[in-house]
Nanobody, 123 residues
C-alpha cells in the first residue's frame, strides 16, 4: 500500500506559477514511476506529466510541455510539479499517482492515487 498526499494547489492569476508537491509513504521501497493527472469539471481525467523511478525519463502532455516541469526526490519520497505560465485551461483538480509497472500516459497503468489538490487559474 502506498499513501499519497498532494499539496500546493490554490488560486493564481493567469500567467502565474504554482508548485505542487506529493509526499509518498508506505511501500516506497518499491520502484515506482510517478505521475500527475488532472480533471476539470465535466471532463475526463487526463495525463499531465510523469517521471521514471530514476528521474531520467519524463513525459509531458502536449498542453503543458514547456510550461510544466516534473521532478522527484527519492530520498524524501516526494514528487513535484512546477507549473508556469498558467492559463484558465489549467484549472482542474490535480492528482498524484504511482505506477509499479511502468511510466505511462494511461491512468489504467497507475496503482495508487492521492486525494487531489485544486488549482484554479483566474483570467
Amino acid at each position: 500500500q502506498v499513501h499519497l498526499v498532494e499539496s500546493g494547489g490554490g488560486l493564481v492569476q493567469a500567467g502565474g506559477s504554482l508548485r505542487l508537491s506529493c509526499a509518498a509513504s508506505g511501500r516506497t521501497f518499491i520502484r515506482y514511476a510517478m505521475g500527475w493527472f488532472r480533471q476539470a469539471p465535466g471532463k475526463e481525467r487526463q495525463f499531465v506529466a510523469g517521471i521514471s523511478w530514476s528521474g531520467g525519463v519524463t513525459l509531458y502532455a502536449d498542453a503543458v510541455k514547456g510550461r510544466f516541469t516534473i521532478s522527484r526526490d527519492n530520498a524524501k519520497n516526494t514528487v513535484s510539479l512546477q507549473m508556469n505560465s498558467l492559463n484558465s485551461e489549467d484549472t482542474a483538480v490535480y492528482y498524484c499517482t504511482t505506477s509499479s509497472s511502468r511510466l505511462s500516459r494511461l491512468a489504467t497503468e497507475y496503482d495508487y492515487w492521492g486525494q487531489g489538490t485544486q488549482v484554479t487559474v483566474s483570467s
